[in-house]
């Protein structure tokens, strides 16, 4: 089986065949900077999804403003179900926590 070379710009690194520009490693960095924010990603990766208060209960946060400041920085990763208002990964965010 052969491989294709990509050309890719100088912006981009790659890890592990996957392919990112360096804006994106710089916001990963500043996500998983924070313990909060890497637990409630494992949270997510372990569940298919979870409402805020679950969230709240089992991040052990007590103020929502805080919780709601860690969510915003992890929309990238993150998407929430209209319907249900429960939490879960999106492809990047799964893509992100496979590779961590």
Same mark, same amino acid.
């Given at each position: 089986?052969?491989?294709?070379?990509?050309?890719?710009?100088?912006?981009?690194?790659?890890?592990?065949?996957?392919?990112? @520009?360096?804006?994106?490693?710089?916001?990963?960095?500043? @996500?998983? *900077?924070?313990?909060?924010?890497? *637990?409630?990603?494992?949270?997510?990766?372990?569940?298919?999804?979870?409402?805020?208060?679950?969230?709240?209960?089992?991040?052990? @946060?007590?103020?929502?403003?805080?919780?709601?400041?860690?969510?915003?920085?992890?929309?990238?990763? @993150?998407? *929430?179900?209209?319907?249900?208002?429960?939490?879960?990964?999106?492809?990047?965010? *799964?893509?992100?926590?496979?590779?961590?």
């Amino acid at each position: 089986m052969s491989r294709k070379l990509l050309s890719v710009p100088s912006s981009w690194y790659c890890i592990e065949e996957h392919y990112f @520009i360096s804006e994106d490693l710089s916001r990963l960095h500043k @996500i998983l *900077k924070d313990d909060t924010r890497v *637990k409630t990603l494992e949270l997510l990766n372990n569940r298919d999804s979870l409402s805020y208060s679950e969230q709240l209960s089992q991040s052990g @946060i007590t103020n929502t403003g805080r919780m709601n400041y860690h969510l915003k920085i992890l929309g990238d990763l @993150i998407t *929430k179900d209209e319907e249900t208002g429960n939490y879960s990964l999106n492809e990047k965010g *799964k893509l992100d926590t496979d590779n961590g």
